[in-house]
């Protein structure tokens, strides 16, 4: 299970390497590719809300 952005990182370029490969066919790296942007939005749009709130709570999943 992906952890933080870091693990996230790691698992696009194995994806990437694997659909270069033909190992994984270039939809299913598509779906995962959106998927981990769609995780990567979420992730701003918490740094925004605290931004605006003028907090400063740490986002574990950005912590690695």
């Known amino acids: ?12 370029a194995i994806n990437y390497t694997k659909m270069v490969e ?3 066919p ?5 779906e995962l ?3 981990a942007g769609k995780i ?12 605006t709130m003028g907090v400063k709570k740490k986002i574990d999943f950005l912590e690695y």
């Open 1 to 12: 299970i992906m952890q933080n952005i870091k693990q996230l990182r790691e698992n696009l």
């Open 33 to 35: 590719a959106n998927t």
């Open 22 to 24: 033909k190992e994984m």
């Open 26 to 30: 270039i939809q299913t790296g598509k």
């Open 40 to 51: 990567l939005s979420s992730c701003k749009v918490e740094l925004e809300y605290n931004k």
